[in-house]
């Protein structure tokens, strides 16, 4: 059985973690909104900024959020312009969200900036420990038992 020490120290790397996670969230979320956008747009938009056209099935994976918010998220971001759905040529069962020339151009406009603001959030960190951390945190994820 663990030490009561190794017991203590694994439950304080779960609250820092979950802190650490809550504050840089709320920050990146701050700068998200400015551009008008809730969390789950801009992650599909950004999804699709830098994957390319995504069929409709696989975007709730690639960005963690149940399938059932996707036709939501699509729809709104569908009513403001920035991406169009598209039938598969070759399987009618599949549709691609894709952005639209005014979504590529507003990405292309905002992107950058959220990116700067990440890294101004993250300027706590160095390179190298940031290099580190995501490498850690991989670890830690991967080896999570189901």
């Known amino acids: 059985m663990e030490n009561r020490k190794e017991l203590d120290t694994a ?36 999804l699709l900024f830098n994957k390319g056209e995504t069929p409709l ?23 403001k312009g920035l991406l169009v759905r598209r039938q598969c040529k070759k399987d009618r069962r599949v549709t691609y969200a894709a ?9 292309e406009k905002i992107f950058p900036e959220h990116e700067q603001y990440i890294h101004e959030i993250e300027a706590s960190l160095s390179f190298e420990e940031k290099e580190q951390l995501i490498v850690l945190l991989k670890k830690l994820g991967h080896g999570v038992k189901s």
């Open 11 to 46: 439950l304080k790397l779960f609250v820092v973690l979950s802190r650490a996670y809550r504050s840089v969230s709320d920050q990146a979320n701050k700068s998200i909104q400015s551009f008008g956008l809730n969390p789950t747009e801009f992650a599909v938009l950004e």
């Open 57 to 79: 099935q696989q975007i709730g994976g690639k960005i963690l959020i149940a399938s059932g918010s996707i036709t939501y998220v699509v729809d709104k971001l569908e009513t």
């Open 99 to 107: 952005l639209t020339e005014s979504g590529t151009e507003f990405m």
